[in-house]
């Protein structure tokens, strides 16, 4: 045990061992896993994939709910579509997504035998963790979407565009919709974050081998090493997402201009 | 829809509220559930850790009114006794939040300087990570356990408010009445407290009314995936992770609980949303 201890360094000083853990960390070797004995680095990158690809699932089904309902919505303002998806999104908040993933397996596999209850195999496996991941992020997106295309058919140029005679399509989607984008984007950079985290607990409910499942299982072995890697690994994913989305503003909105006071035009 | 800016401790805000219906619903559905959390020892019929053995995977009967989980444990105690966890864990968190953001926020946007750029870098650096990532990093750290989930909850979630509190500081500092105030000698600590503190209630009560459904969910999934509360304590989360072994056969073990949790956290948001409308119309949806 003592031997063990000072092959992993545990007995030196707390600041040695960070300096050594960034020293390596900035070279790309994040340390050796207390559980496996291998590097953090090799288990990382096919779970990383497998995480990807259901976060990224997830960003295709929220948006493909979520435009067209917030969009519809805005549109007949009041209307009974309008209600529904202002329920959807009251409801999609409330809902915790694990919670919402028993269900849906408890309807489409185990009722209806329709679809695989879990695993990772084929792609109908990928159906119901990214609905599940997906409807959460739409909840949000939806609600979003119908406020800020609210605000923005209450501008002038509304009905400049309606008076020139443009097709009512083209006024809400090119006039409203661009415009009603901004904010949506913003928070869409917000929503992987959202995914990632979502990620975590539906890989659980799903057994499904991606980070997020590696981490629960770190945590409860206390590996700390690939704790600190994932926990690296998430925030530098997050930051480049940000700004990935500070640079696309400047490719919806051609007024906002990065050089120059970005912040103040921002919204 | 309501344009003025109604204070908190305004005398019309109770019957402007009560004109909002969906509010009321959502404040109908909170004092349900926290008086079930405050009463549920009372109003349980058994020991929520009773197990009665010859009567394991009940169905809703006469004498089990939710029927009993695979140790025979009455659900409804359960439930009952959960929601006191639940919800009183949330309220903890965010008293200690609005705590630590109240004090952070506003000491940095008052004294500026160096202290300000301190505290803005630490939040700016728990900031930049995904919140429930972090939290499940400092549970790492600490080891699983309820208060170490609270923690690493608090932890997380102080840095946004912070910022948010520093802002409004900020603001309210330029105004006549700071300045009066200064003007007849009030000292720095004085107009800190007296001034501008008072000013930071109503957009903290608008906080801490949409933030309690975000940390209820937050905290059942830590407890969902076996971080918090240990087995037998009764908590929503927790008992959603212990049916999930016998959902196939038994589903009404998951569905209980998880009705519970959505219910509370869908009843918190539509009052905190009501809530938000009336006192800061510039973000009503």
């Not at chain 1, 207390?34 to 590097?39: E, L, Q």
């Not at chain 1, 909105?253 to 006071?261: M, N």
């Not at chain 2, 401790?9 to 019309?12: A, M, Q, S, T, V």
């Given at each position: 045990m003592d031997k063990l201890r000072e092959e992993i360094g545990l007995n030196d000083p707390f600041i040695v061992r960070y300096g050594l853990w960034t020293y390596g960390a900035v070279r790309g070797d994040l340390g050796t896993s207390?559980?496996?004995?291998?590097?953090v680095w090799d288990q990382r990158v096919s779970r990383l994939w497998s995480t990807l690809i259901l976060a990224g699932g997830g960003v295709v089904v929220a948006l493909v709910v979520a435009l067209p309902l917030g969009m519809l919505a805005a549109v007949r303002q009041d209307s009974l579509l309008d209600l529904a998806a202002r329920l959807f999104s009251l409801v999609g908040a409330a809902i915790p997504s694990y919670w919402l993933a028993y269900l849906l397996i408890l309807l489409f596999?185990?009722?209806?035998?329709?679809?695989?209850?879990?695993?990772?195999?084929?792609?109908?496996?990928l159906i119901l963790p990214c609905t599940t991941l997906g409807l959460g992020g739409a909840a949000l997106l939806s609600r979003l979407l119908r406020s800020s295309m609210l605000e923005v058919m209450g501008n002038e140029y509304m009905r400049v565009a309606r008076a020139k005679g443009l097709p009512e399509r083209q006024v809400i989607l090119v006039h409203a919709f661009r415009n009603a984008l901004i904010p949506l984007v913003t928070v869409m950079g917000n929503m992987l974050g959202f995914l990632l985290s979502g990620a975590i607990v539906i890989e659980t409910v799903f057994a499904w081998p991606g980070l997020g499942r590696m981490m629960i299982d770190a945590i409860n072995f206390r590996d700390y090493p690939v704790i600190q890697g994932f926990v690296l690994f998430a925030g530098t994913v997050f930051v480049l997402v940000n700004l990935v989305v500070d640079v696309s503003y400047t490719w919806i909105?051609?007024?906002?201009?990065?050089?120059?006071?970005a912040q103040d035009q921002g919204r | 829809m309501i344009e003025t800016q109604v204070k908190f401790?305004?005398?019309?805000f109770p019957r402007l509220l009560r004109r909002n219906r969906v509010a009321m619903v959502g404040l109908l559905i909170v004092t349900v559930m926290v008086s079930i959390g405050v009463l549920g020892p009372i109003l349980?019929?058994?020991?929520?850790?009773?197990?009665f053995g010859a009567s394991r995977?009940?169905?809703?009967?006469?004498?089990f009114l939710l029927g009993t989980d695979n140790l025979g444990r009455d659900i409804l105690s359960r439930l009952f006794h959960g929601a006191r966890l639940s919800i009183g864990m949330a309220a903890m968190a965010t008293v200690f939040i609005v705590a630590i953001a109240l004090l952070v926020g506003s000491v940095a946007g008052y004294v500026g300087g160096v202290v300000d750029d301190l505290a803005m870098r630490v939040v700016d650096t728990i900031l930049a990570f995904p919140g429930i990532i972090l939290a499940l990093a400092i549970v790492g750290v600490l080891g699983p356990g309820l208060e170490n989930v609270m923690m690493s909850l608090v932890l997380v979630v102080w840095a946004g408010y912070s910022r948010l509190v520093r802002g409004l500081v900020l603001e309210t500092r330029e105004k006549p009445f700071v300045e009066s105030a200064f003007a007849i000698g009030c000292s720095r600590t004085r107009i800190l407290v007296r001034h501008i503190v008072p000013n930071m209630i109503s957009p903290v009560i608008v906080l801490v009314s949409l933030e309690m459904g975000t940390l209820i969910l937050a905290l059942a999934s830590l407890n969902f995936l076996g971080l918090g509360v240990q087995p037998p304590t009764a908590e929503w989360g927790s008992m959603l992770n212990q049916g999930r072994l016998f959902f196939q056969s038994e589903p009404q073990l998951m569905i209980y609980p998880g009705v519970m949790i959505s219910l509370t956290v869908l009843g918190f948001n539509l009052l905190g949303d009501g809530i938000r409308d009336l006192i800061d119309p510039r973000y009503s949806s």
């Open positions: 207390y559980r496996t004995g291998g590097p596999a185990v009722q209806l035998h329709w679809l695989p209850v879990a695993g990772s195999v084929s792609w109908q496996h909105d051609p007024r906002i201009r990065l050089a120059d006071s | 401790w305004d005398r019309r349980a019929p058994f020991d929520p850790d009773a197990q995977l009940q169905s809703p009967g006469t004498e």
